[in-house]
């Protein structure tokens, strides 16, 4: 399968611990973007990279979450010290620069406890 | 980008076709009409797009009225894997970012 694939599907953490996440994008691909989706909610956009470079970052995105993709392929989500509100799922996606489609990853699930 | 409204939930008899309706009153010249759905558990998933014209593909047909403040996703012969929450979103074409609303859930009944 040539998706974009997401590690760890599921992460249990204590709240003030950190925890990073990855997301492979399809290979050809030089966008990436994270989105934070909540119980009921639709995706919320978290921040996009064209190729290695983090061109936009939500306000939702705070200081406590950095994100990175150092050689334009797969990306890491961070987030510091987790708070109880972090419990979401994060989804990434991937596409090609100027086109139509934003393919998404299964999501990693979070659960600060 | 513009405001979608959708429907909280809808059902559709499997075999039947499912008419998903997206209200976009303040679209702008240039803003697409994009659907994605999610089926439970996994990431949002493609479907269609278009402008002004109406659209097809194997997966759906996109009806957009001719003063573009409204669009309906039509499927064609509904099964029980269609079963998904239906998002209508309006954004220029190539955007860095999907604004998601809440969608429709919509659920295929035996």
């Known amino acids: 399968d040539t998706g974009v694939s997401q590690n760890p599907r599921h992460k249990i953490t204590k709240r003030g611990q950190n925890v990073t996440f990855r997301c492979d994008p399809i290979?050809?691909?030089?966008?990436l973007y994270w989105y934070r989706q909540t119980l009921g909610q639709g995706p919320e956009f978290l921040t996009y990279f064209q190729n290695e470079a983090q061109l936009e970052k939500s306000r939702l995105l705070s200081d406590r979450f950095s994100a990175e993709r150092p050689k334009g392929s797969f990306s890491t989500l961070e987030i510091q010290r987790t708070e109880q509100g972090d419990s979401a799922m994060y989804l990434c996606?991937?596409?090609?620069?100027?086109?139509?489609?934003?393919?998404f990853g299964p999501g990693t699930r979070l659960t600060v406890l | 980008d513009a405001k979608t409204t959708q429907p909280t939930s809808m059902d559709c008899a499997e075999g039947r076709a499912a008419n998903l309706p997206c209200n976009h009153s303040t679209i702008s010249g240039n803003e697409y009409v994009y659907w994605y759905r999610q089926i439970h558990s996994q990431g949002p998933q493609y479907i269609i797009h278009?402008?002004?014209n109406n659209e097809t593909n194997e997966m759906a047909s996109l009806i957009i009225t001719e003063d573009r403040k409204s669009s309906t996703l039509i499927l064609p012969h509904a099964t029980l894997r269609d079963t998904a929450v239906y998002y209508c979103i309006v954004s220029n074409f190539g955007n860095e970012k999907l604004t998601f609303g809440t969608g429709t859930r919509l659920t295929i009944i035996p």
């Open positions: 278009g402008l002004k």
């Open positions: 996606a991937s596409s090609l620069a100027d086109t139509d489609t934003q393919y």
């Open positions: 290979s050809e691909h030089n966008r």
